[in-house]
């Protein structure tokens, strides 16, 4: 149990960094001309890779309401991390929130 939420942290982790540099690198070779369908774009995968942080961050919840006692130490370092990254992205999505309706206001 441990390796494998050892992994699904790992994953995460790298799921989002991936997401966020494809985003960067994607912006240079696409057009200029619609950049809030770009933003709209990356704002819906963000959506969903938060949807997804929010589940596997209940998910080790519960895991530490059901534990016995011997890997809570673990499971506290392991839910700090996904509500770290969880904070990050919801930081990340105001932003682009923001961003899109300066877009709508300023056409």
Do not use: C, H, R, W
């Amino acid at each position: 149990m441990k390796s494998s939420i050892v992994v699904l942290i790992s994953v995460l982790a790298v799921g989002s960094i991936v997401i966020f540099l494809g985003f960067l690198t994607n912006q240079e070779f696409t057009e200029i001309s619609n950049p809030y369908e770009n933003l709209e774009k990356y704002k819906n995968e963000l959506e969903k890779l938060s949807q997804y942080n929010q589940q596997l961050l209940n998910d080790l919840e519960e895991q530490f309401k059901n534990s016995d006692g011997v890997n809570l130490d673990q499971l506290n370092e392991e839910i700090k991390v996904i509500k770290q990254v969880v904070n990050e992205n919801k930081e990340e999505f105001e932003e682009i929130i923001q961003k899109l309706s300066e877009l709508e206001s300023n056409p």
